[in-house]
């Protein structure tokens, strides 16, 4: 699983996912990287250097970004995805996320988008999740 953006909800779900198993990778601002790097070193999910790095390595890409910023980091990343890889966005407005992937990913890859019904806080046991 790659999650581009390491803001509270994709940290939330890059933890939350490695503590259940799954290889992770996320990655947040290039500018950031050392200091994002650092941050989570104790953590079990790997910090790369860009949205390019995890969406070449991804099956699962989840875009945990600012829904106003959802179509410029998916047209920045996007075309990088890995051949046959799922993305997704976790942003609550859908239709630019939708638009903004139909737009920047190749035509190999599929979008399963989510929303979580919770914020970052929450414990997330039975909290739903939709798809």
């Not at 920045?76 to 799922?86: D, L, N």
Request: proline residues 5%.
């Amino acid at each position: 699983i790659g999650i581009i953006g390491l803001g509270d909800m994709g940290a939330m779900y890059a933890e939350r996912f490695s503590l259940a198993g799954w290889n992770v990778v996320g990655a947040d601002r290039e500018d950031k990287y050392v200091e994002t790097k650092a941050r989570f070193a104790n953590n079990l999910f790997e910090v790369l250097p860009t949205g390019h790095h995890v969406s070449r390595v991804a099956d699962y890409i989840i875009y945990s970004v600012e829904a106003e910023n959802i179509g410029n980091i998916v047209k920045r990343y996007g075309p990088s995805t890995k051949v046959g890889a799922i993305v997704g966005g976790q942003t609550s407005c859908k239709a630019p996320e939708i638009a903004a992937f139909e737009e920047n990913v190749p035509s190999d890859v599929d979008i399963i988008s989510l929303h979580s019904l919770h914020g970052p806080k929450v414990d997330t046991t039975g909290q739903p999740v939709v798809l």
